[in-house]
C-alpha cells in the first residue's frame, strides 16, 4: 500500500524559502513519477514539479529557476525546495507518485497535502 505524507509547509515572507518534504512507503521503483502539485482557493490544482528516471525533472514555468524537486532514495523522500517565493505561490502542496515511470496521464497516489503561505 502507498502512502504518502508531506510536511515542511508554513508561512513565510515573499522573497523567503521553505523546503517540503514527502515521505513515501510502498514504492519500491526508485525511477518511478513523483511530483508536486499545488492548488490555490479558486484555481485549479497544477503541477508544480516532477521527477522521473534517474533524474529527469520538469517543472511549470511559473517556479523554473526558484524550485527545485529532488529525491533521496535511501531515505524514501521527495523534496521540492522553494526559493524567492512569492505571494502567488500560496496554495496547498501536494505530493503525488505514479507506479509508471513516466509522468503522462494521471498519477496514481496523492498525499494529503500541506499548506504554504506567502505574505507581501
Known amino acids: 500500500q502507498v502512502q504518502l505524507v508531506e510536511s515542511g509547509g508554513g508561512s513565510v515572507q515573499a522573497g523567503g524559502s521553505l523546503r517540503l518534504s514527502c515521505a513515501t512507503s510502498?514504492?519500491?521503483?526508485?525511477?518511478?513519477?513523483m511530483g508536486w502539485f499545488r492548488q490555490a482557493p479558486g484555481k485549479e490544482r497544477e503541477a508544480v514539479a516532477r521527477i522521473y528516471g534517474p533524474a529527469y525533472t520538469t517543472y511549470a514555468d511559473s517556479v523554473k529557476g526558484r524550485f527545485t524537486i529532488s529525491r533521496d532514495n535511501a531515505k524514501n523522500t521527495l523534496h521540492l525546495q522553494m526559493n524567492s517565493l512569492k505571494p502567488e505561490d500560496t496554495a496547498m502542496y501536494y505530493c503525488?507518485?505514479?507506479?509508471?515511470?513516466?509522468?503522462?496521464?494521471?498519477?496514481?497516489?496523492w498525499g494529503k497535502g500541506t499548506l504554504v503561505t506567502i505574505s507581501a
Open positions: 510502498g514504492i519500491t521503483d526508485t525511477w518511478s513519477c
Open positions: 503525488a507518485a505514479k507506479t509508471a515511470r513516466w509522468c503522462d496521464g494521471f498519477m496514481d497516489y
